[in-house]
Every structure is written in C-alpha cells, then in structure tokens.
C-alpha cells in the first residue's frame, strides 16, 4: 500500500525567514510524481511544487524549492523568504496508479 | 490554466435526505475525477475514481450505495449523498486529472463543497 507520512503536524517560522516541511513517502512504482498542495483557509488547494521522480533535479518555483531523495524516499519542501500569506496546510502527495494519495497535513503559521 | 468549478459551496440538508454535488471542468476534458473528504484539521481522504463513462471505483470502506457518483460526460462529475445523516456532514473536494503528458501532468481541484445535515 502506498503512504504518505508527514510527521510535523504543526510548523511555525518568523516572517523572513526560512522553513522546510518533511515528508516521506512510499511507492512500489518506478515513475510517479510528487506534489506540495497549500491548503488555506478557504480551503482551495493550490499547487505549489510538483516533482517528476525520474528527474534527479530538485524542482523550484520562485521561494519554493524542494529536496527530493529518491533513495530514501524524502520529498521536502523549503519555504525562503517567509511571507505572512504563506500561512496555511501544507499537504505531501504522491500518485500511483493515478491516483493521488495525501500526506496527513503540517500547519504553518507565520510570525510577523 | 486549467480549472475545476464545483456546486454547490456549501448546503444544510435535513437528515434523511439525499443532496448533489457536481463537478465540472471549465476548460479541459477531464475523464477521470476523484472525490475526497476532508474533516476538520485533517487530510484529505480519498472516496471514488470516477472515469467518464463508466462506473466509479470505490476505495475500502466506502459505501458506493451512499455516494453515488455519476461521470456522465468529459467535463462532469457528480457525487450524491444518498440518505444523509449528521455523520455525513464534511467537506467534500471534487478533482480532475489535467493533462497527460510529463510537462502538464497534475491535479486541479475544486474549491469543495460543506455539506451539513441536521
């Protein structure tokens, strides 16, 4: 069975400042995707990264990079530059099959 | 961008009644659908596949008679809460697989629906 485990439930950060949200995973698949969704308060799940596991190149997006180890199956997601918007659920995913299976969620607050 | 509207954003049923939510992409065909379920400071946990055409695939533990899902066309999918109790009250989330090659693949999601039976 495919798991996604995120073991920080909660994570708070100074506004400005760098954080890094963990997450693990496995997969009995050798192609798959990976993905950091932000959750806010309205509750619309926003894409915020997305990692092709063939690729050995950690995927970045303006502030938001990832680690991504395939070998020991860590998928991390570091957050510089901390802004007051950037509050919210982080949720860690993984697809198999197709189908898209979440982490259990890390709630960031940001410090002003 | 690819985008997904789902109805309705929140509705108050009575206990016993069934209730619909649907799903549809504006601007791409979507031929397969999930639908989640998330409570309150928790995950979202996956409920159905739901391929156009045919009949939706159910994960362990859901009751298919309960939520009734419908993948009638490329852009539309519904999920109904047949005989709704007070246990079934939660957030629903309805997403569509956009894309099918490496560059585009990805998930674009609903913004949910807040079911709440009284």
């Known amino acids: 069975a495919q798991t996604v485990t995120q073991s920080q439930p909660e994570m708070s950060v100074q506004e400005a400042e760098t954080v890094t949200l963990s997450c693990t995973y496995d997969t009995s698949e050798s192609d798959y995707y990976l993905f950091w969704y932000k959750q806010p308060p309205s509750r619309q799940m926003i894409l915020v990264i997305r990692?092709?596991?063939?690729?050995?190149q950690n995927a970045t997006e303006n502030r938001f990079s990832v680690n991504f180890q395939k070998a020991a199956k860590s998928f991390s997601l570091k957050i510089s530059d901390s802004q007051l918007g950037d509050a919210a659920m982080y949720f860690c995913a993984c697809n198999q099959g197709g189908k898209l299976i979440f982490g259990q969620g890390t709630e960031l607050s940001v410090k002003p | 961008g690819a985008v997904v509207s789902q109805h309705p954003s929140w509705v108050i049923c009575k206990s016993g009644t069934s209730v619909k939510i649907e799903c549809r992409s504006l601007d791409f065909q979507a031929t397969t659908m999930f639908w989640y379920r998330q409570f309150p400071k928790q995950s979202l946990m996956l409920m159905a596949t739901s391929n156009e055409g045919s009949k939706a695939t159910y994960e362990q533990g859901v009751e298919k008679d309960k939520f009734l899902i419908n993948h009638a066309s490329l852009t539309l999918s519904t999920l109904t809460v047949t005989s709704a109790h007070p246990e079934d009250s939660s957030f629903y989330i309805c997403?569509?697989?956009?894309?099918?090659?490496?560059?585009?693949?990805?998930?674009?999601f609903g913004s949910g629906t807040r079911l709440t039976v009284v």
């Open positions: 997403s569509a697989r956009a894309g099918w090659d490496r560059q585009n693949y990805g998930y674009t």
């Open positions: 990692q092709e596991a063939y690729k050995q």
